[in-house]
């Protein structure tokens, strides 16, 4: 973890907010982390050199963390323990938000097929948002306080990378006959594939949004956090190409009907 010279974290002194950076020092320079402090209320920004020593302060750690951010190049070159960080936040600190900052270089090698599949369903449940690092310091603050405020970030450039890569994924998955996927190959074409495009989770959603429940009622049937379904639910639309929830159920209903 990188200290001040006085020997406490950067940024220590704030009451509460932890905001968690795990990367080298040219990312998040000792500047950038001061800067966090200073500009964010309340908060107290610590910076991790690896993955490894981030998995350790979160097995003892009491404070509240209200995001992580971690360099691409550390789950390139990390994954098992990044998969294994964001399967931990995932089952026992749901409220912990997950971003992952990028430089051009970095996002070309971090969304690619190398990534193990396991690695990418992990990244596609609890990423929360991408961060840039080629920005000036107003728009990186205003996409650091999106994050911590609930709200999700995915730049158009990555949007269009991660989708492709997990269209591939998806592909991949139904061809291996993954048990996780739900097939009706008789059913009409939904994005270009004659078979229900959604996962098993992703089935279980639609079906309780048909069903009329809001996302907290199905975060609690499904034991998933409500993040958890938001992030589903913008799946799933995406998927059936749809504007809305309400216009995804519908075509999933079609697709479930022309299928009978």
């Known amino acids: 973890m990188k200290n001040d010279p ?48 981030f998995q350790n302060y979160i097995d003892w750690n009491q404070s509240p963390i209200g995001l992580v951010v971690v360099e ?46 396991r690695m990418l369903d992990s ?22 306080r999106l994050l911590i405020c609930g709200g999700d970030y995915f730049p158009p450039e990555v949007v269009v990378r991660r989708e492709a890569l997990y269209r591939k994924w998806d592909e991949a998955k139904t061809e291996n006959a993954d048990p996780e996927r739900v097939d009706n190959p008789t059913g009409p074409a939904v994005n270009g594939a004659r078979n229900n495009p959604l996962t098993k ?8 949004v048909v069903g009329g429940m809001q996302n907290k009622e199905i975060a609690r049937k499904l034991k998933l956090s409500e993040h958890t379904v938001k992030l589903h639910i913008h799946h799933i639309i995406s998927k059936m190409s749809a504007k809305n929830r309400t216009e995804a159920a519908m075509r999933y209903m079609n697709l479930k009907g022309a299928a009978r």
């Open 123 to 144: 990244a596609r449940q609890i990423v929360q948002g991408y961060v840039p690092m080629n920005v000036g310091i107003d728009i990186w603050l205003s996409v650091i």
């Open 201 to 208: 989770r992703e089935t279980q959603v639609i079906e309780h």
């Open 6 to 53: 006085g020997g406490a974290p950067v940024g220590a002194g704030a009451q509460s907010g932890v905001l968690v950076f795990i990367g080298s020092r040219q990312c998040f320079s000792d500047v950038l982390l001061r800067t966090i402090a200073g500009e964010l209320e309340n908060s107290q920004a610590i910076r991790f050199d690896e993955l490894s020593e």
């Open 72 to 117: 691409a190049q550390q789950c390139h070159h990390d994954q098992k323990i990044c998969k294994s960080i964001m399967d931990t936040m995932a089952s026992k600190h749901p409220s912990i938000r997950l971003a992952i900052a990028y430089w051009e270089a970095d996002l070309d090698r971090l969304l690619s097929p190398k990534f193990s599949a």
